[in-house]
């Protein structure tokens, strides 16, 4: 059972644009919800995260959209550029984040120069 | 990557040999963490620690053990290695109260 279902799996974007990768869970005792960056041979980074008592946060050009409703939410990369080029997972995790975060199947983005 | 080494970074074992990976943090943080990472799978959580001696199954613990008799040391062992579990290994770090998980630079093993 995927408990959060990513889209799209490959993205490509060009160059100033602005890439968007959608992320819908099903378990409503989630309460946090990051965003990890990975590039090749790397660690995922923590990007941003969100908790479901706001409804959108922005950090730079990377804002989270959050819909607690329709139970999704998305991350926006504005102004893209190719060192944006990453891999990005969506996570969740249920109260108090200790039992460990469950992952989105990842979206591997390439942005064109 | 937050103070957080993993070692080895690859290895490369037969079917049926024990393997054990180590992480060690220098962060002090309480809550530690094994994932594995496959193509398609993004990551899956195997185990847990919220504390010295305590540990916990996640999603994917079937032939995995843990231990954790320090604060900055979490060791993931693979019993007896197949090919199944092939992949690569992370591990993360948060501080009690904290959401944020870090991770560390991976371990790659392949499993033959």
Known sequence: QQQVKQSPQSLIVQKGGISIINCAYENTAFDYFPWYQQFPGKGPALLIAIRPDVSEKKEGRFTISFNKSAKQFSLHIMDSQPGDSATYFCAASPGGGADGLTFGKGTHLIIQP | ?112
């Open chain 2, 1 to 112: 990557d937050a103070g957080i080494t993993q070692s080895p970074r690859h290895k490369v074992t037969e079917t049926g040999t024990p393997v054990t990976l180590r992480c060690h943090q220098t962060e002090n943080h309480r809550y530690m963490y094994w994932y594995r990472q496959d193509p398609g799978h993004g990551l899956r959580l195997i185990h847990y620690s919220y504390g010295v001696k305590d540990t916990d199954k996640g999603e994917v613990s079937d032939g995995y053990s843990v231990s954790r008799s320090k604060t900055e040391d979490f060791l993931l062992t693979l019993e007896s290695a197949t090919s199944s579990q092939t992949s690569v290994y992370f591990c993360a770090i948060s501080e009690l109260n904290s959401y944020e998980q870090y991770f560390g630079p991976g371990t790659r093993l392949t499993v033959t």
